[in-house]
Every structure is written in C-alpha cells, then in structure tokens.
Nanobody, 121 residues
Framework: QVRLEESGGGWIQPGGSLRLSCAAS????????RGWFRQPQGKEREWIAS????????YFGDSMEGRFTISQDNAKNTAYLQINSLKLEDTAVYYC??????????????WGQGTQVTVSS
C-alpha cells in the first residue's frame, strides 16, 4: 500500500503563489499516475491534475490548466503542485493521490491525508 504525505499548505494572500509537495513511499512500482485534488469546505472533491511517472504526460481538470502546474521528481518519488495567482476560491484541502491503473480521475484510490490551503487577506 503506497503512503502519501502532503506538505506545503498554509495561509497565503490573494495573488500569491504556493507549491505543494507529495512524497510517496511504500511501493516498488515505478509506473503509476500521481494526481492532485482539492475539496473546499462543504463541496465535493474536484480533480486538478495528473501526471504519469514514466513519461511525465500531464492531464488537467476543467478550468485547471493555467494557474496550476503539476510536476514530479521521480528520484525523490515526489509530486508537486504549483499554484499561481491564488484566489479566495482556491481555499480548500488539497489531496494528492496515486493510481496504478490510469490517469483518469476516477481511477485514483490511494490518498494522502490532505493539506489545508487558506487564501485570505
């Protein structure tokens, strides 16, 4: 069972930037998909982006490409989510996830505990 640990969340002012990290451990598989999701309070979890470990191909949810950048360092087994021009509505718990099947947002079934991002002035 893969273990995922997010870090990098916190409080930030509107217009700022933030980079979240997600360290994976506990798996010997080298090919899988890393993903980022978020869940605002009282709302459903939404998919942000995914990246396949082998070739680095990225996929984005609706309206997510642009301010959000997903990347990875396979040597560190870590995924990153760069968020620019933060808005109040970006306030949410951000989760990283892993899928061993595909990068389709419905296939993610290994989850981290989440990290809170609060955008406020």
């Amino acid at each position: 069972q893969v273990r995922l640990e997010e870090s990098g969340g916190g409080w930030i002012q509107p217009g700022g930037s933030l980079r979240l990290s997600c360290a994976a451990s506990g798996t010997s598989d080298s090919e899988f998909c890393r993903g980022w999701f978020r869940q605002p309070q009282g709302k459903e979890r939404e998919w942000i982006a995914s990246i396949w470990t082998r070739d680095g191909v990225t996929y984005f949810g609706d309206s997510m490409e642009g301010r959000f950048t997903i990347s990875q360092d396979n040597a560190k087994n870590t995924a990153y989510l760069q968020i620019n021009s933060l808005k109040l509505e970006d306030t949410a718990v951000y989760y990283c996830a892993v899928s061993f099947r595909s990068c389709a947002w419905t296939d993610f079934d290994n989850w981290g505990q989440g990290t809170q991002v609060t955008v406020s002035s």
